[in-house]
């Protein structure tokens, strides 16, 4: 029997560890230009939780949930998404009481959905998103999106679109779900077994199928453009009006629909639209959640948040081109010739690591030739050579890889002499 990942997983190797040790860099340092503090929730919640919070007619609840029960007889699901633990951490721990509001957070980490493997699309991925609940002021709608494509920018993409849209308020979505359901009702029929199941409840998630996404009555569906009240309009143009002076360009598109249930108000998505990124091309989305936090027990206290998809940010850089990061660099490699040298570099390289150069020796008693030739591969700065001679001397012999000078240092100079140069 051989073992291979499951499917839809996959592991990241050292190459490719970089790279995500980079885009995680960036995460939390632009978060803390922006004044997002971390929050980690644990791996899996309880499955109420989230048919609570995502919604019972949506794709993540009805299909692509990992639900299991422990040997308590509990129902619990690997988390499909982030916000859903970060609302529920935010009642528990009675975030809405501390001083400073609104509450801004970001998390990072593995989410879990069985789907269809495809490019883009996995079982396991990794997810970033930030939550801002406690305010209901549209420039918070703006500051959310302002960061999510900061975020972008910096990870070196530069063809994103960023496409927003208004759901309204619960009043406005009310009157305009009436005019879904008597549009679509009639021909029901032609639609998929999902789509039936959504129209008494749901009826917005039908503009967002996949299965039926050409049917005509999509294009003639009454848009919710036309059903926002007066306030939810205002709230429109307010958001509209920070991401322009913010210098954000913007689309809107009166169709874009976010794929859970809990959405209000603002709606926004980034996508990529470099060549050959291929059909997936969203990087993130987001929204406004003004009925999520009592929804699931806390107090009426309006949010906003997204989520972008870590492994889409790294596909994108890699369709646009962008350079990678700088690989992490050896300072020193310790090159030791016999038993007494190889006691020496020993105690050498433990010096070197204990003040901030990296280092490294030969662990398979290589020959002199077969050493230089590892600091090479692993390109090394500098390679300090102990033999027996030098030893003799206190000292060794210092070769800078960059230049092919070397010179005898001892022992007792060599720190600050790495540390000069
Ligand atoms: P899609 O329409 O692609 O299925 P979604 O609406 O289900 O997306 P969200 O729940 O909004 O996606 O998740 C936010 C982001 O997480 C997505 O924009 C995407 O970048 C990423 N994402 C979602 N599902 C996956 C997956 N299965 N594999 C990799 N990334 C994903
Ligand atoms: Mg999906």
């Given amino acids: 029997?051989?073992?291979?990942?499951?499917?839809?997983?996959?592991?990241?190797?050292?190459?490719?560890?970089?790279?995500?040790?980079?885009?995680?860099?960036?995460?939390?340092?632009?978060?803390?230009?922006?004044?997002?503090?971390?929050?980690?929730?644990?791996?899996?919640?309880?499955?109420?939780?989230?048919?609570?919070?995502?919604?019972?007619?949506?794709?993540?609840?009805?299909?692509?949930?990992?639900?299991?029960?422990?040997?308590?007889?509990?129902?619990?699901?690997?988390?499909?998404?982030?916000?859903?633990?970060?609302?529920?951490?935010?009642?528990?721990?009675?975030?809405?009481?501390?001083?400073?509001?609104?509450?801004?957070?970001?998390?990072?980490?593995?989410?879990?959905?069985?789907?269809?493997?495809?490019?883009?699309?996995?079982r396991q991925f990794s997810q970033f998103g930030v939550e801002a609940i406690g305010s209901a002021d549209p420039a918070i709608d703006a500051e959310v999106i302002s960061l999510a494509m900061d975020i972008c920018k910096k990870a070196g993409l530069t063809s994103l679109k960023l496409v927003i849209n208004s759901l309204g308020d619960a009043e406005s979505r009310a009157s305009h779900k009436e005019s879904l359901v008597e549009h679509f009702k009639p021909s029901i029929g032609e639609f998929c077994q999902d789509c039936q199941n959504r129209l008494e409840k749901n009826p917005l998630r039908i503009l967002d199928c996949k299965v039926d996404r050409n049917h005509p009555l999509m294009n003639t569906a009454p848009a919710l453009s036309d059903y926002l009240n007066e306030e939810s309009k205002q709230y429109f143009d307010k958001v509209k009006e920070y991401l322009t002076v913010m210098g954000l360009k913007f689309e809107v598109d009166v169709n874009l629909?976010?794929?859970?249930?809990?959405?209000?108000?603002?709606?926004?998505?980034?996508?990529?639209?470099?060549?050959?990124?291929?059909?997936?091309?969203?990087?993130?989305?987001?929204?406004?959640?003004?009925g999520l936090v009592e929804n699931i027990g806390g107090p009426t206290a309006p949010g906003i948040g997204f989520g972008m998809g870590v492994d889409r940010i790294l596909l994108a850089q890699e369709a646009e081109g962008v350079p990678l990061p700088k690989?992490?660099?050896?300072?020193?490699?310790?090159?030791?010739?016999?038993?007494?040298?190889?006691?020496?570099?020993?105690?050498?390289?433990?010096?070197?690591?204990?003040?901030?150069?990296?280092?490294?020796?030969?662990?398979?008693?290589?020959?002199?030739?077969?050493?230089?030739?590892?600091?090479?591969?692993?390109?090394?700065?500098?390679?300090?050579?102990?033999?027996?001679?030098?030893?003799?001397?206190?000292?060794?012999?210092?070769?800078?890889m960059t230049d092919g000078t070397q010179q005898k240092v001892l022992f007792d100079e060599i720190l600050s002499f790495l540390k000069r140069n």
């Fill in 327 to 400: 690989l992490s660099t050896l300072n020193v490699y310790v090159v030791a010739l016999g038993e007494e040298a190889k006691k020496k570099a020993v105690e050498v390289v433990r010096n070197f690591r204990l003040n901030g150069i990296s280092a490294d020796l030969d662990y398979l008693d290589r020959k002199m030739k077969a050493q230089m030739k590892s600091a090479d591969r692993l390109s090394a700065e500098n390679v300090l050579i102990i033999g027996e001679e030098e030893l003799n001397e206190g000292c060794a012999v210092l070769k800078n």
């Fill in 1 to 122: 029997m051989s073992y291979q990942v499951p499917r839809g997983t996959k592991d990241i190797l050292p190459v490719e560890t970089e790279k995500w040790q980079s885009i995680e860099r960036l995460i939390q340092e632009t978060c803390s230009l922006y004044q997002y503090k971390e929050i980690r929730t644990p791996m899996f919640e309880h499955t109420e939780l989230f048919l609570r919070s995502v919604g019972d007619t949506t794709d993540i609840v009805q299909k692509e949930m990992y639900t299991f029960t422990d040997r308590g007889d509990r129902s619990l699901t690997l988390r499909p998404e982030g916000t859903a633990a970060v609302v529920r951490a935010y009642v528990e721990h009675k975030m809405f009481g501390m001083p400073d509001q609104p509450v801004k957070l970001y998390y990072m980490g593995p989410m879990f959905r069985y789907e269809r493997q495809q490019a883009g699309r996995y």
């Fill in 257 to 290: 629909v976010r794929g859970l249930d809990y959405y209000t108000h603002t709606a926004f998505e980034i996508m990529s639209t470099a060549e050959g990124f291929g059909a997936i091309t969203t990087l993130c989305g987001g929204g406004r959640y003004n």
